[in-house]
């Protein structure tokens, strides 16, 4: 997922093999790609004799979904949402401060 969030345009399976700097077979990655289709992150169109790939939402977006997922499945929201916090930089405090302060 990175490599396609760095990307920012479509990628083939030998391009994403590449920006990884893995050492991973073609094979592998195109089947974690197909993995990633399955579970509805990524997308895909053909392109010449191959497909390429790009992430259905960005890497912000796909953030935050797993977070609401994880609270969500959690009775006691507000003890994690407490433990999150005690660890978080003054910046990070500020940030969130000015997001809940600000005007819906």
């Known amino acids: 997922m990175t490599a396609l969030w760095a990307a920012g345009t479509p990628l083939?399976?030998?391009?994403?093999?590449?920006?990884?700097?893995?050492?991973?077979?073609?094979?592998?990655?195109?089947?974690?790609?197909?993995?990633?289709?399955?579970?509805?992150?990524?997308?895909?169109?053909?392109?010449?004799?191959?497909?390429?790939?790009?992430?259905?939402?960005?890497?912000?977006?796909?953030?935050?979904?797993?977070m609401r997922a994880v609270l969500d499945g959690l009775d006691d929201r507000q003890a994690v949402l407490r433990r999150f916090t005690d660890d978080l930089a003054d910046s990070d405090i500020a940030t969130l401060r000015a997001l809940l302060d600000r005007p819906s």
């Open 12 to 66: 083939s399976p030998s391009q994403v093999q590449d920006a990884l700097n893995a050492d991973l077979a073609y094979n592998t990655v195109q089947t974690i790609l197909i993995r990633l289709i399955d579970k509805g992150l990524v997308q895909r169109r053909t392109a010449g004799r191959s497909h390429v790939y790009w992430p259905v939402q960005d890497a912000a977006s796909a953030a935050a979904q797993r």
